[in-house]
């Protein structure tokens, strides 16, 4: 969702600050702007614009030297349409303040009211302009209150008071005309990294915006801020206690973050899901002893084993691979599994017993819905177990042990190489909470050894990519579609659909096959297009049913089975297969296809894949 991008130092900040927010492009935004501060004219110049970075771009002057602090964002708007005026930086009313804001001001309305009664006037819809407006308030000595305690100096001072009447979320970036050398960092439940780079600091909501300068980062907590001049910078909670921040090195390189050739990242990321399936498995499995060694939980191994019962939680894509993690677990670990929206988890009243285990699964690490159902949780008294992606992100470090996926940064907001990786992790936990539970040891030594075969057996599909966009082709053309499976294939079918709509705009269904009969049997209808995952598994007779059912009716079938399966054909207007491998895994393969056909369709419709429209790769409100 919304980026920021913040610059001290020595150069110009307006080019580093484009190409910070140009960095954070694929979280998704609909507005843009920069402020900066002008030591000429002891003022801040905010230049901003509704759409794209190359519009803001075309609005900007020649960058000034002189200009070496400012701030800079990309909004996707939440309260307020995507328009000029609600875009960032905010300034507060007296001019002297201006502000980049992440997340949600619960309590904006009551806090306008109260600054209205007070005389501050809001341009604005948003609930940013109050952050700005109570900062340049407490600031302005309005309130009585005029001078700071000791020697804190009067910005940093007003910044924390204003936080401390805030309700909700935010990241901040802030600046002030009376301070030209100072910037002022601050987090809560939105992420915030403080980029030390030589003679120069980089604030940034996302690491991408930094690597390029730096890869030595301190990751802000929450309730902690940051205040940084030339001289150096220091770090306290917002209630002005000073702490120590451990240095932390950012682990991608800017090579992962490239398109290197690639029309864009979702491909990108589709192609190199072998590479990264190998460094999601790499050192930890153990197929002489059959084995799975996940370093991160060794300690918790014990909750783990005993558990009765395990609760999955996550949203989208990530909530299909928990689907088909609780397939696994009951299969290879035979334990009560249940996969929840973490949006729905989050305001039940679950019950969580002792021995219950949640796992919540985040490519980003960020988001809202499943960060609270770990919150939830935790209250209730659940060991709760990370599968994240983002090294740092919140939900890594509020669940009490994880795992992570290793799989790079994940930049199209299409997840394709994390859904792989989700379930890989999800069939090492099984396996090896199978193994230490009823799995013989020869059981586990078989799936450890098809697991080592799924990546390339994935190359092996990425070749079918050309024969694939002849099949998107033959049926982009049609609005609506389905995606059915049994079993395993099941979330794959959900995965398919959820890949076709965001960004080829396409209404497609998933369902499991059997649950066409009642009901959606009804939308079929001459040439419809009907993607069946139809690998050999123990459904497989039963699919043929399905698969019958659609064509008797003029649907048109595009089928995803198994190499060498010759039966298959007659069935099938359009054929793609895969390399076969035991039920439980083919996910990881049979998703890989569906994947490169929803690609070529939005490619085919014209369709900007890696900025499809109204989404954020990190939805980090409700
Ligand atoms: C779809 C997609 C989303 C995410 C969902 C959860 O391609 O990317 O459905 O899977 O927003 O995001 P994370 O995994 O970051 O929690």
């Known amino acids: 969702m919304c980026g920021i991008v913040a610059y001290l130092g020595k150069k110009p900040a307006q080019p580093i600050l484009i190409e910070g927010l140009k960095r954070l492009e694929y979280r998704g935004y609909d507005s843009a702007g920069v402020g900066l501060i002008n030591p000429d004219k002891i003022g801040i110049k905010i230049i901003k614009s509704s759409g794209r970075i190359s519009v803001l771009e075309g609005l900007l002057p020649e960058a000034n030297p002189k200009e070496v602090l400012g701030i800079g964002h990309t909004r996707w708007a939440t309260h307020g349409e995507p328009n000029t005026i609600n875009a960032h930086p ?7 303040i201006a502000v980049v804001h992440n997340g949600i001001i619960e309590n904006y309305s009551t806090l306008k009211t109260w600054l209205i009664s007070k005389g501050c006037k809001f341009a604005s819809e948003t ?25 804190q100096n009067k910005f940093e001072w007003a910044v924390q008071r204003a936080l401390n009447e805030l309700v909700g979320t ?7 005309t009376d301070f030209p050398d100072m910037l002022i960092g601050a987090k809560k439940g939105s992420p915030l990294i403080l980029g030390l780079g030589e003679n120069e600091f980089i604030i940034a909501s996302d690491a991408a915006a930094i690597v390029e300068h730096t890869t030595q980062a301190i990751y802000l907590a929450d309730n902690e801020m940051v205040t940084i001049s030339s001289k150096g910078f220091h770090t306290k909670t917002i209630d002005n206690v000073e702490i120590r921040k451990e240095l932390k090195q950012i682990e991608f390189s800017l090579d992962a973050i490239e398109l290197n050739g690639f029309a864009h990242y979702m491909l990108k990321e589709i192609c190199e899901q072998p590479k990264a399936l190998n460094m999601c498995l790499g050192g930890r499995l153990d197929a002489r002893d059959g084995r799975v060694v996940l370093g991160g939980i060794s300690k918790y191994w014990r909750e783990i084993t005993r558990a009765k019962r395990i609760i999955i939680n996550a949203c989208g894509t990530a909530w299909h691979a928990g689907l088909v993690g609780e397939y696994l677990f009951e299969q290879l670990a035979r334990i009560n599994t249940e996969t929840q929206y973490a949006s729905e988890f989050r305001y039940r009243n679950p019950i969580i017993e002792d021995d219950t ?37 919140t939900i890594a470090r509020t669940t009490d042990t994880g795992v992570y996926l290793r799989v790079g940064p994940e930049i199209g907001v ?7 990786a989700q379930v890989a992790v999800l069939a090492m936990l099984a396996i090896e909470l199978g193994r230490r539970r009823h799995l013989s040891s020869d059981e586990a030594k078989f799936y450890i050894e098809e697991l080592a075969k799924i990546p390339a057996k994935i190359e092996k599909i990425l070749t079918k990519s050309e024969q694939i966009k002849k099949i998107a082709e033959a ?31 396409i209404h497609a269904e998933g369902l499991p096959a059997a649950e066409m009969k009642h009901g959606p049997i009804a939308l079929i209808t001459e040439g419809m297009p009907a993607v069946f995952i139809a690998t050999m598994c123990s459904q497989y007779s039963k699919i043929i049913g399905n698969i019958e059912e659609v064509r008797a009716r003029g649907g048109r079938t595009i089928v995803v089975a198994s190499e060498g399966d010759e039966n298959i054909k007659q069935y099938a ?35 900007d894949v890696d900025k499809p429209r109204n989404l954020a790769k990190s939805v980090t409100v409700e």
């Open 414 to 420: 299409a997840s394709t190489k994390a859904f792989t």
């Open 357 to 393: 285990i949640v796992i919540a699964i985040s490519q980003s690490g960020e988001t809202a819905d499943t960060l609270a159902a770990v919150e939830q949780a935790k209250e209730r008294g659940a060991t709760t177990l990370g599968i994240v992606n983002v090294v740092g992100s």
């Open 573 to 607: 207007d359009f054929l793609i297969t895969v390399p076969d491998a035991p039920e439980e895994l083919q996910p990881m393969l049979t998703v890989v296809p569906l994947q490169i056909l929803a690609y070529h369709a939005a490619v085919l419709r014209g369709h």
């Open 475 to 505: 049926t982009c053309d049609r609005e609506n579609w389905l995606f059915l499976g049994r079993g395993f294939n099941y979330p794959v079918a959900l995965e398919g659909a959820l890949k076709l709509k965001e960004i080829s705009y």
């Open 127 to 151: 609930d940013t302009e109050v952050i700005a407006n109570l900062i340049g308030y407490l600031y302005s000595g309005q309130d009585g209150k005029k001078t700071p305690n000791g020697d």
């Open 90 to 96: 905010h300034l507060d009313y007296t001019g002297k």
């Open 170 to 176: 935010y990241g901040l970036a802030i600046i002030c």
